[in-house]
């Protein structure tokens, strides 16, 4: 088949690399002419594990293009995939105007029968508003459908190969049936339903893992006030088969470029539809709420920020990305900056992507986390990247200034481990 995907952000440029792959002829389209003749040298926008060799073969093999151009990319393709952002608006809404735009910029030049389908995360009734949009650009007849993606981040590649499920929502059996033919080399279960039902299913999944952050939070937080350690919590109800041990992480707040958004417009999305009963704007404001809380304990743990030097690990929102957006970094670094501490930060893949934001409140950038705890008063660790897993504690504490605070804000460490050692340990809810 010939696709058109629109928008080669994390999931645009994932999708299209990967049906490529399939033997599909790809057109990938985005609006900067700077982007996509890096994307045709193999040179990517971001980090991602496996995906740059991924588009090297694929450009090289011919199946996968790149243009700023819909009258190049939109007239061969059977399917359009719309896979823009859709930031909160101010209001806390998604923001859909990306995905009206580029339904818009597409529809002149849709062929007979192509299938529209929005990989982006939208709530229901999207698909008809996108609908009324492309037909007052075009004649031809075309088909609407919802395929939500589910990929993570850090694993982006794998979990578009192998996805745990593919929900088709359509409803014209035509449709379903190319749509089954498009995924069928993709392994994992397919599940048609209402493209309604496919759009809510994405919003549910994120809150319900949202949630559980949120939850364990809680939990951490009382844990600390009776002297429990959460993480035996976690393995003592998670042997429980109805609950599980995966999937339990308490830190600082959940963050990246989806939960936030996602359960702000599903506690919007409740109101505007008349269920607004408040769960999820709770979840919401529990989460916003936490990480003041958070800072205020390790200021309290490091006595006051002003004239200490703070060594911080890890500045993406979740190891192995460099994608920075509503990371802890971006919230933790200009609090401790602006409480007159000398911050030195190190991350292995996402010091470019946080400059961006964080510009002179990191006095140092460092080449690694020895270099960044270099007379430091306290380390916080705040990505459980692999490198920080089994850091050389004897030789941090000698670089460290006298009676180093050690901030896990993973709860990768032992506490008694890093106590011998001669930290002062600080953790989430132990
Ligand atoms: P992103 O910000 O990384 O990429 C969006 C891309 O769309 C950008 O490259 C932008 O330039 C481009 N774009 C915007 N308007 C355009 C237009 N009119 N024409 C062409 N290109 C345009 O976003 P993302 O992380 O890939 O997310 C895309 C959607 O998928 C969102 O709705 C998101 O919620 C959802 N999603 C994201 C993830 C994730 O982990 N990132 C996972 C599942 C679902």
Redesign the pocket.
């Known amino acids: 088949m010939t696709i058109a995907v629109?928008?080669?952000?994390?999931?645009?440029l994932v999708t299209a690399a990967v049906f490529a792959k399939f033997g599909n002829t790809v057109w990938a389209?985005?609006?900067?002419e700077k982007k996509s003749s890096a994307l045709k040298r193999g040179k990517l926008p971001?980090f991602e594990p496996g995906l740059e060799e991924l588009v090297k073969d694929n450009v090289r093999s011919g199946r996968l293009n790149f243009t700023t151009e819909y009258s190049k990319a939109i007239p061969p393709a059977d399917i359009i995939m719309i896979?823009?952002?859709?930031p909160s608006a101010a209001d806390g809404t998604a923001d859909l105007s990306?995905v009206f735009?580029?339904a818009k910029?597409a529809a002149p030049h849709l062929k007979k029968d192509a299938i529209i389908i929005i990989?982006?995360?939208?709530p229901p009734g999207t698909n008809d508003q996108v609908k009324n949009i492309v037909k007052k650009h075009t004649s031809a007849n075309f088909h609407m459908a919802s395929v939500?993606?589910?990929?993570?981040?850090g694993t982006?590649v794998e979990d578009t190969l192998h996805p745990d499920r593919i929900l088709i929502g359509a409803s014209e059996p035509s449709v379903i049936k190319r749509l089954l033919e498009l995924h069928r080399p993709l392994s994992g279960e397919t599940v048609i339903m209402k493209p309604e039902s496919a759009q809510l299913t994405?919003y549910t999944a994120n809150a319900y893992l949202a949630t559980r952050i949120v939850f364990i939070n809680q939990i951490a937080d009382l844990a600390e006030k009776t002297g429990a350690d959460v993480q035996e919590i976690i393995r003592g109800i998670g042997l429980d088969n109805r609950i599980g041990l995966h999937y339990w992480w308490p830190g600082l707040q959940y963050g990246g470029?989806?939960f936030p958004?996602?359960v702000k417009e599903l506690s919007a999305y409740a109101k505007r539809v008349g269920e607004g009963d408040g769960l999820f704007e709770k979840i919401d404001r529990l989460n916003e709420a936490r990480l003041p809380k958070m800072l205020a304990k390790f200021e309290t743990a490091v006595g006051g920020w002003k004239n200490k030097t703070i060594a911080i690990l890890g500045l993406s929102f979740k190891p192995n990305t460099d994608?920075t957006r509503e990371a802890p970094s971006l919230k933790v670094i200009p609090v401790i900056s602006a409480g007159g501490a000398r911050t030195q930060a190190y991350d292995p893949q996402a010091i470019q992507s946080a400059q961006r934001f964080l510009e002179d409140k990191i006095n140092l950038y460092a080449s690694d986390p020895y270099q960044a705890v270099r007379n430091a008063e306290a380390l916080i660790i705040l990505v459980e990247w692999d490198e920080f897993r089994s850091l050389d504690l004897n030789r941090i504490k000698k670089l460290m200034s006298a009676n180093p605070v050690f901030i896990d804000t993973r709860n990768l460490y032992n506490p008694e481990t890093v106590t011998e050692k001669g930290f002062k340990y600080v953790g989430i809810g132990r």
């Open positions: 629109i928008g080669v952000g994390f999931v645009g389209i985005n609006r900067d971001f896979a823009v952002g859709t990306a735009a580029a910029s990989k982006s995360t939208v939500p993606e589910f990929l993570r981040e982006a994405k470029s989806c958004k996602d994608d």
